[in-house]
């Protein structure tokens, strides 16, 4: 039996920030970009989720649901900095790490001799040595027998605490989880599944696996066994980058075609640029994303070459389906797998941090 821990710092960037100000701790806090510049928030300290404000929220908002909220801009190579220093205490009991983002992690501790091979107290001793070496950071653990249990353990006890799930507490536990939680389910499959009215594991396992395929397609194989609390997938060492992409928001709405065009090969140029540091990777598709000034989205894909005419007649293709104000405007590639993987979203976002 495998034994996987999930590391989650709590409010990463938020709490690098408060622990290098006093002055901003116990209240409302934020990182994130300003209200007037159309900025969206990063994360959030807890004080502040109290109100309501979480990631991705447009600051304006944020601001509008909790007025005293504070502010403050992001500084990547502070969190890179600690980020390396918590990453370099996983790979002291263990070489099996994958790295989600900047501040969350599996770890395979299968064969970790330290504490008698207890993944319990390997995580509250990482969890330690992190609040030690950091500063007073804290994280928050889940330790089960693989990745979709321990991910869901680890928010059981946040902030600054763990969740050991023991192989014969599973069934018991993954019934009452909200089909939300599971790996491969976003905000558009837990609406339709809630419209079917299967709201929890519970109700995914009443079910037959030919049932969830002819519901959600080859994604049924999955949702048996992740409805079960079984799930095969490895814990992977070598990040192996899908797409890359870099998107700008506007403090005003976008309306004419020719501005559009403008930013696009403006951006076209800094991608192509950042596509120096990939140039092992074969390009397999061009992306545009559109977000609209009611916040509502979309993404073209086309297989074709690296071309600026190319992303601007995606651009075109797409907004003369809707010519309606942008607030956003992005491109992206998406690269050719080195191996076959599940189907994921065409369109990763920015420029990514690890």
Known sequence: ???????????????????????????????????????????????????????????ALAKKICPQLVIVSGRMSKYKEVSDQVFEIFQQY???????????????????????????YIARDIREKIYQRTGGLTASAGIAPNKLLAKM????????????????????????????????????????????????????????????IEKFGKFGYNLYDFCRGIDQREVETEFERKSLGTEETYSKDITHFDEMKGHILKMVQELKEALDDFQEKEIKALQVKIKYFDFKQTTIERQMPFDEKNFIYLLEERWSMDPR??????????FQEQREQPQLPLFDGAISMR
């Not at 989600?100 to 207890?118: G, I, K, P, R």
């Not at 104000?325 to 992206?332: A, D, F, N, S, Y």
Request: with cysteine; aromatic share 8%.
């Open 94 to 120: 263990t070489d099996l790490v994958e790295g989600l983002s900047w501040d969350e992690a599996y770890l395979d501790v299968t064969d970790c001799s330290q504490f008698n091979n207890s993944a319990t």
């Open 153 to 212: 353990a680890s928010d059981f006890n946040k902030p600054n605490g763990q969740f050991t799930l023991p192989p014969p507490a599973v069934d018991e536990f993954i019934k009452k989880i909200p089909v939300e939680k599971l790996w491969g389910v976003g905000k558009v499959t837990a609406t339709y599944m809630h419209n079917l009215g299967l709201k929890t594991c519970l109700d995914l396992q009443s079910l037959s696996q030919q049932e969830l």
């Open 325 to 334: 104000p942008i607030r956003l405007l992005g491109v992206g590639v998406k």
């Open 1 to 59: 039996m495998r034994k996987i821990i999930h590391i989650d710092m709590d409010a990463f960037f938020a709490a690098v920030e408060m622990r290098d100000n006093p002055r901003l701790r116990n209240i409302p806090m934020a990182v994130g970009g300003s209200s007037d510049r159309r900025g969206v928030i990063s994360t959030s300290n807890y004080e502040a989720r109290k109100y309501g404000v979480k990631s991705a929220m447009p600051t």
